[in-house]
């Protein structure tokens, strides 16, 4: 199982990154995909999940409204879209697959990925 990010970087302040992860060694199509975030010194956070049934999309407070994810479940990929970023959204991303149980997504991951460095100068 490989969950393979990419699309981090430097940015400035306001500006905007498109995140993706390329997942693959098993079929993630039942399960639901998300990111998350470790910054310098602090604890690993969660960022953002999606379902694949229905689609549905949850977001932790911090991002709700700047950052959008989103999944092409043909091709394996997720993506998180980030807008307006913020020196505080420095960290590094890693992208996630999670189990749904009972309509539930499980929020421990069932397999993490490599990080991806994203980076916002003020």
């Known amino acids: 199982v490989q969950l393979q990010a990419s699309g981090g970087g430097l940015v400035q302040a306001g500006g905007s990154l498109r995140l993706a992860c390329a997942a693959s060694?098993?079929?993630?199509?039942?399960?639901?995909m998300g990111w998350s975030r470790q910054a310098p010194g602090k604890e690993r956070e969660f960022v953002a999940v999606?379902?694949?049934?229905?689609?549905?999309?949850y977001y932790a407070d911090s991002v709700k409204g700047r950052f959008t994810i989103s999944r092409d479940i043909s091709k394996n990929m997720v993506y998180l879209q980030m807008d307006s970023l913020k020196p505080e959204d420095t960290a590094v991303y890693y992208c996630?697959?999670?189990?749904?149980?009972?309509?539930?997504?499980?929020?421990?991951?069932?397999?993490w990925g490599q990080g991806t460095q994203v980076t916002v100068s003020s």
């Open positions: 996630a697959a999670h189990q749904v149980l009972h309509k539930i997504v499980v929020m421990t991951p069932e397999y």
């Open positions: 060694g098993r079929d993630f199509t039942n399960s639901a």
């Open positions: 999606i379902k694949r049934r229905g689609g549905s999309e």
